[in-house]
């Protein structure tokens, strides 16, 4: 069988979707950081860095540059990923317990800060993450609770806010997309308002709006796209040589 050909949808898990979406992320990155933040990220990048972006670097989390084995290729000191860092030269796709229609992200509390309802992460690396390198986001259970309205709190600077600092603050800030158990966003508009990119086979287009608390842009045609197929390499590389334990059924179960 040819390594570009598709394979049908009923052969596909939602789990191996979202990491085809997630893989897409760091397509065309070139020689950067990939820095993902959970489980079905991760097997995203190591996708990527095997089918299409080869000069993808890939970490161990701590010190070390590793290869497609996870095998230790090099040393990454800190202070080093803080030049890739502040350089751009890094792509990470962090989490979000809220996400506003510009992209604005919380990982730090629920409620008001003075008596917040619930305490989080904290807002850790994430302004520097998003004031300075590329950064898009993974949810594994899209729902009114993560896609707010307005965030209660900014650890992840969205795109309005980021004008409102002003070029300091919009130099280096992008999102390149929101990855979830049901769709593909992304902020590719005029005002940088989130829009629906592709729903993934067996999610409606009524089925993701219902989940989210604002209204998504859609196309103008109000067609949407569904999400990519893998190729049959790209699926035989997640189920025998990257995660053949189907760890990412865990994150995202099959429907």
Not at 144 to 159: L, P, Q
Not at 169 to 191: E, G, K, M, Q, S
Request: aromatic residues 6%; proline residues 7%.
């Amino acid at each position: 069988m040819s390594v570009t050909t598709s394979v049908t949808t009923t052969e596909v898990s939602r789990a191996e979707y979202c990491v085809i979406a997630c893989a897409e992320a760091w397509r065309d990155n070139g020689e950067v950081l990939a820095s993902p933040m959970g489980l079905i990220p991760s097997v995203g990048a190591r996708l990527a860095k095997r089918a299409f972006s080869p000069g993808l670097l890939l970490t161990d989390g701590e010190a070390m540059v590793v290869g497609l084995d996870g095998a230790p290729e090099g040393w990454l000191p800190y202070r080093q990923h803080l030049t890739m860092v502040t350089g751009g030269k890094r792509h990470v796709m962090m989490g979000a317990s809220q996400i506003d229609r510009f992209g604005n992200q919380n990982i730090s509390c629920i409620g008001d800060w003075e008596r917040p309802d619930r305490q989080l992460l904290g807002v850790r690396g994430a302004p520097v993450n998003t004031l300075n390198n590329p950064v898009s986001y993974w949810v594994p259970k899209h729902s009114r609770r993560v896609f707010v309205e307005k965030v209660d709190m900014i650890s992840g600077v969205g795109y309005d806010s980021a004008a409102a600092a002003g070029p300091s603050a919009t130099r280096f800030h992008r999102i390149p997309r929101v990855v979830t158990n049901l769709a593909v966003l992304d902020f590719d508009t005029d005002d940088h308002a989130m829009r629906l990119v592709s729903v993934h086979p067996g999610v409606t287009v009524e089925e993701v709006q219902e989940a989210t608390g604002f209204a998504l842009v859609l196309p103008e045609s109000g067609e949407v796209a569904p999400t990519r197929e893998p190729t049959a390499e790209e699926l035989r590389l997640i189920r025998e040589v990257i995660d053949p334990k189907a760890t990412r059924d865990r994150e995202v179960k099959p429907v």
